[in-house]
């Protein structure tokens, strides 16, 4: 079974500081896809980043970034100038072709604070 | 352009009702998904849609849930005999095709008294 794993429940920043998320992955597959997504207490699921598992790139969306290091299977975001607005749940998630269809397997979330 | 939709946004139900929840997915998008967000499971994926075939049934928990997706447009989760394990917020998902970016509606918050 595909796994993901955050293993920070809760994070907190300074306002205009930088923070990073982590998560780490687990899969046989090559081909897949993982993603960053923002859950505010309005329940609305919204897409942060998205990066895709050939490219060697690393991602980025004006302040937000990752850090792709697919041998160790691990996927980290990092919000630059953090915001009020981005305190939300943060869900890490990855997508594999393998499995039927292109479900999301998502991790537990991290909770960020912004904290003015 | 108009995003997902969902209705209804809230919903209680006593135990052993039938529920329809309903996910109106953005126009062309032909894959469609459907999750359940719950406290103690976290997300879990439910079931597929590739336009109005679900080639991928295997999160649905148990026989009381079904889906159906018609017109390759709007979809309908229905559960039947609701217990209280049923409740939670059920998310639907819709994306371009079966790899594209997945765009969440704002889900329907289900409890089961």
């Known amino acids: 079974a595909q796994t993901v794993t955050q293993s920070q429940p809760e994070m907190s920043v300074q306002e205009a500081e930088t923070v990073t998320l982590s998560c780490t992955y687990d899969?046989?597959?090559?081909?897949?896809?993982l993603f960053w997504y923002k859950q505010p207490p309005s329940r609305q699921m919204i897409l942060v980043i998205r990066?895709?598992?050939?490219?060697?790139q690393n991602a980025t969306e004006n302040r937000f970034s990752v850090n792709f290091q697919k041998a160790a299977k691990s996927f980290s975001l990092k919000i630059s100038d953090s915001q009020l607005g981005d305190a939300a749940m943060y869900f890490c998630?990855?997508?594999?072709?393998?499995?039927?269809?292109?479900?999301?397997?998502f991790g537990k979330g991290t909770k960020l604070s912004v904290i003015p | 352009g108009a995003g997902v939709s969902q209705s209804p946004s809230n919903k209680v139900t006593e135990k052993g009702k039938d529920v329809e929840l309903r996910c109106d997915p953005i126009?062309?998008?032909?894959?469609l998904y459907w999750y359940r967000q719950s406290l103690g499971q976290g997300l879990e994926f439910l079931i597929y849609?590739?336009?109005?075939?679900?080639?991928?049934k295997s999160g649905l928990p148990s026989d009381r849930f079904s889906a159906e997706r018609t017109g390759g447009s709007v979809s309908t989760l229905t559960i039947q005999r609701t217990q209280q394990e049923d409740s939670a917020v059920y998310l639907c998902?819709?994306?371009?095709?079966?790899?594209?970016?997945?765009?969440f509606g704002p889900g329907t918050r289900l409890l089961v008294l």
């Open positions: 849609f590739q336009g109005n075939s679900a080639p991928d």
């Open positions: 998630a990855a997508a594999y072709s393998g499995a039927g269809s292109y479900q999301l397997t």
């Open positions: 990066q895709e598992a050939y490219k060697q």
């Open positions: 899969t046989s597959e090559s081909d897949y896809y």
């Open positions: 998902a819709s994306s371009l095709d079966s790899w594209g970016t997945q765009y």
């Open positions: 126009s062309g998008h032909t894959a």
